[in-house]
């Protein structure tokens, strides 16, 4: 069975310094992958995906098949950015069910 | 437009009985997934549905259906509540079943407290 791992709760860094927010999944295919955000007080969101290739507030995310990463990514972190990030799978035939890492709580002080 | 909407958004249970949980998907949204999150096992699919069909089952007990209706709108419910079924309920919506690179809209979530 597939299983998507977080290895961080918790992950405090200062304003302007780089982020990075570790995912690993475990699959024996190519699963599509996805990073959500929750706000504080908002519901969970989508922030990018990896068949977009996006760039969304500044993050970005690389997928390292070798390794079976996904992680996200931020040069300058803002105030902005404290949330909980989830990372999440989908493997295909799977219709729409996410597979969820435990989330990684980032904190941007000041 | 409206986002997804659930009803009630908190509920209060004792063990044995029975609860049912409504998700109402934005408007022109097919598809419609549950989960159940906790802090001990984070967010975890329970199902799907699609159409009116159930497309895929998460690892739950029997104890757990859903159903969805012709306009989408979908329950779920939950007979014989355990203490361990506390938890956030997150439903989601999407335009389209089967396609990996579907983006899923999440609702507020319905807090039930099971005592």
């Known amino acids: 069975a597939q299983r998507v791992t977080q290895p961080e709760k918790l992950l405090s860094v200062f304003k302007g310094a780089p982020v990075e927010l570790k995912c690993n999944y475990s699959y024996s295919g190519s699963p599509e992958l996805f990073w959500y955000v929750q706000y504080s007080r908002q519901r969970l969101q989508l922030l990018l995906r990896h068949i977009s290739r996006e760039s969304i507030k500044g993050f970005t995310a690389d997928l390292n098949k070798g390794e079976t990463s996904f992680h996200l990514k931020k040069p300058f972190a803002q105030e902005e950015d404290s949330a909980m990030y989830y990372c999440?799978?989908?493997?295909?035939?799977?219709?729409?069910?996410?597979?969820f890492g435990t989330g990684t709580q980032l904190k941007v002080e000041l | 437009k409206a986002g997804v909407t659930q009803t009630p958004r908190y509920l209060i249970k004792t063990r044995g009985q029975q609860v049912t949980l409504s998700c109402s998907p934005i408007s022109g949204h097919r598809s419609v997934s549950w989960y159940q999150q906790t802090p001990g096992q984070g967010l975890q699919f329970l199902f799907e549905y699609f159409s009116e069909t159930q497309r895929n089952k998460g690892n739950f007990p029997g104890r757990f259906s859903g159903r969805q209706f012709s306009n989408s709108r979908s329950e779920m419910n939950v007979s014989t509540l355990e203490l361990g079924d506390s938890a956030l309920y997150l439903c989601?919506?999407?335009?389209?079943?089967?396609?990996?690179?579907?983006?899923?809209?999440f609702g507020p979530g319905t807090r039930l407290t099971v005592l």
């Open positions: 999440a799978l989908v493997i295909t035939g799977g219709g729409n069910k996410l597979t």
């Open positions: 989601a919506s999407s335009l389209r079943a089967g396609r990996v690179d579907n983006e899923q809209f």
